[in-house]
């Protein structure tokens, strides 16, 4: 029996942090956590070699920040859901995280239930924000897709079909179960759609692929 546990790798400098974060986690039988880091230049390696379903990145961090690490961590390919954990509620911190490819924004003073939940939505495929950034957020997401200047005619059909079903808000996992293939296959594919479309990550990809079906905000 494969084990169907999603893997997670915490990056944060503060040790206290991340050891409550683990235990959190740890109660949790579907999560697991594979890897933690105090900084982005030891993590981003690990991160490229295993690719976890997601990856949840402190902001303020001593060396390279978070933001840094996460442009990094998306020019590499890692095609990992992103959240960031942070104590900045400013708009310019959440606008730049998304815009560079995060799929989430949490705060950290939420409460421990409230995180875990939020969590799990992340890992489901789902954008995770604290209510605080909504607003932000959507403000943001309003704006055309940063890069965007590839053509949906430079897909494959099977990029096509998985670009698809990640604007409906699909991970990785349950993508590969509806078209019957395995995890790694569909990382590949996610990875070189990405890179024609000229788009960051799937959260920019699901707003792209929406705003080419005519699904415009108003």
Do not use: C
Request: glycine content about 8%.
């Amino acid at each position: 029996m494969t084990d169907m546990r999603s893997s997670i790798m915490l990056v944060d400098d503060h040790p206290l942090l991340r050891k409550g974060l683990k235990q959190l986690i740890s109660l949790e039988d579907e999560l697991e956590v594979v890897a933690e880091f105090s900084n982005g230049k030891d993590a981003i390696p690990v991160a490229v070699e295993l690719d976890p379903d997601l990856i949840i990145l402190d902001l303020n961090m001593q060396g390279m920040d978070g933001l840094e690490t996460l442009k990094q961590l998306r020019d590499e390919g890692v095609t990992s859901r992103i959240v960031m954990l942070t104590v900045s509620d400013a708009d310019e911190d959440v606008v730049a995280a998304i815009t560079n490819g995060a799929d989430g924004y949490l705060l950290k003073d939420m409460e421990p239930e409230q995180l875990i939940e939020q969590i799990k939505r992340a890992i489901e495929g789902k954008m995770v924000l604290s209510e605080v950034i909504t607003e932000v957020l959507a403000t943001a997401l309003r704006r055309p897709a940063p890069q965007g200047g590839g053509k949906l005619e430079s897909l494959t059909n099977r990029e096509l079909e998985i670009l698809k079903l990640i604007a409906k808000g699909m991970s990785n996992k349950v993508i590969a179960r509806e078209l019957d293939i395995s995890d790694g296959t569909v990382k590949v594919h996610v990875k070189h759609l990405l890179k024609k479309l000229g788009l960051r990550s799937r959260v920019e990809a699901a707003v792209w692929m929406v705003n080419q079906q005519g699904g415009k905000h108003e």
